[in-house]
């Protein structure tokens, strides 16, 4: 499996970023599909999990509200949709395949991981 996460960029507080993240290899339908971020010295963390056939979807406390993860199973496709960006949403995003609905946030329970993308939000 592959997962390539696009989309990231330099942006102000309070705009949108729209994240996309390809998949290809093994067929998209058969998983669910997570988004994980990593900051400068922290641990990477659980933000969104969207099951396979999207009827259930998990947020992190922290972006609850303003991010929407969604997918495309026509194109083996993810996406994160971040409005209102606070500077402390900076950070790598990764996209993961795989995962678990009980515990979306267990790193551990995702089979396939994409390279990551940089988002930084300026103050």
């Known amino acids: 499996v592959q997962l390539q996460a696009s989309g990231g960029g330099l942006v102000q507080a309070g705009d949108s970023l729209r994240l996309s993240c390809a998949f290809s290899?093994?067929?998209?339908?058969?998983?669910?599909m997570g988004w994980f971020r990593q900051a400068p010295g922290k641990e990477r963390e659980f933000v969104a999990r969207?099951?396979?056939?999207?009827?259930?979807?998990s947020y992190a406390n922290s972006v609850k509200g303003r991010f929407i993860m969604s997918r495309d199973n026509a194109k083996n496709s993810v996406h994160l949709q971040m409005n209102s960006l606070k500077p402390e949403d900076t950070a790598v995003y990764y996209c993961?395949?795989?995962?678990?609905?009980?515990?979306?946030?267990?790193?551990?329970?995702?089979?396939?991981w994409g390279q990551g993308t940089q988002v930084t939000v300026s103050s």
């Open positions: 993961a395949a795989g995962g678990n609905y009980w515990f979306p946030d267990r790193r551990d329970m995702y089979e396939y």
């Open positions: 290899g093994r067929t998209f339908r058969d998983y669910g």
């Open positions: 969207i099951s396979r056939s999207s009827d259930r979807t």
